[in-house]
């Protein structure tokens, strides 16, 4: 079946360590995007990939880094400059932007990071 | 003006009740409108593609007003597995696309 898959579902991070996060598509996505979710906020966007090997900040990079080396991967790696890791951390991808008029995004079932 | 403005809630409404929720945007050169269904600690799951026209899927009925700047999603026939959280989502013009998601209502069918 095709979907996007985040791993862990749980991870715990203690002081000034970096932990990454996996997002896997087997969809055949172009694009990729990481959300960080908070108790009563919105998605808020933090990095998105267009085509491998390129990626963007989003709205709230800082903190955070990424990588796109292959079409289906799009890791997000929490460092110890992000003073507040603790949320709900959601991967999506869609088709690339510009090939559909409605082309919506579809998301893995997410990681939760609380910090040690 | 935020971009994308949701009611929170939460609705509550009897089994069998028909309900609505709103959601405004402020970018008028926005174009692609969706509604996701979040439950309680769960990743948002596509509900429906709202379009121009209008569109229905079973009981859920989505309508874009572009002069007022708002989508609108209608579940008739409540039923308590419509308990959930919606979510708006509004994509924007230009190269990348930008989608901008509401913060939710929430909706819980009372038996």
């Known amino acids: 079946d095709g979907g996007i898959t985040q791993s862990p579902k749980y991870l715990f991070r203690k002081e000034g360590q970096n932990v990454t996060l996996s997002c896997e598509q087997n969809?055949?996505?172009?694009?990729m995007y990481w959300y960080r979710q908070d108790p009563g906020q919105g998605l808020r966007l933090i990095y998105y990939?267009?085509?491998?090997?390129?990626?963007q900040k989003g709205d709230i990079a800082e903190g955070y880094s990424v990588s796109r080396e292959k079409k289906e991967s799009f890791p997000l790696t929490v460092t110890s400059a992000q003073k507040n890791p603790t949320a709900f951390y959601l991967c999506?991808?869609?088709?690339?932007?510009?090939?559909?008029?409605?082309?919506?995004?579809?998301f893995g079932d997410g990681t939760r990071l609380s910090i040690l | 003006r935020k971009e994308v403005e949701q009611d929170p809630g939460p609705f509550n409404v009897p089994e069998g009740a028909t309900v609505a929720f709103n959601c405004t945007y402020s970018?008028?050169?926005?174009?692609?409108f969706f509604w996701y269904r979040q439950d309680c600690r769960k990743e948002p799951k596509l509900l429906m593609s709202?379009?121009?026209s209008g569109n229905e899927d079973g009981r859920f009925t989505a309508q874009l007003n572009r002069a007022s700047q708002y989508i609108s999603l209608l579940i008739r026939d409540s039923k308590l597995s419509d308990s959930a959280t919606y979510l708006c989502?509004?994509?924007?013009?230009?190269?990348?696309?930008?989608?901008?998601f509401g913060t939710g209502t929430k909706l819980q069918v009372i038996p």
């Open positions: 970018n008028s050169a926005s174009q692609s």
């Open positions: 990939s267009q085509i491998v090997n390129d990626f």
């Open positions: 999506a991808s869609s088709q690339k932007p510009g090939t559909g008029f409605n082309q919506p995004q579809h």
């Open positions: 989502a509004v994509k924007g013009s230009g190269g990348y696309q930008k989608v901008t």
């Open positions: 969809l055949n996505h172009d694009a």
């Open positions: 709202v379009y121009s």
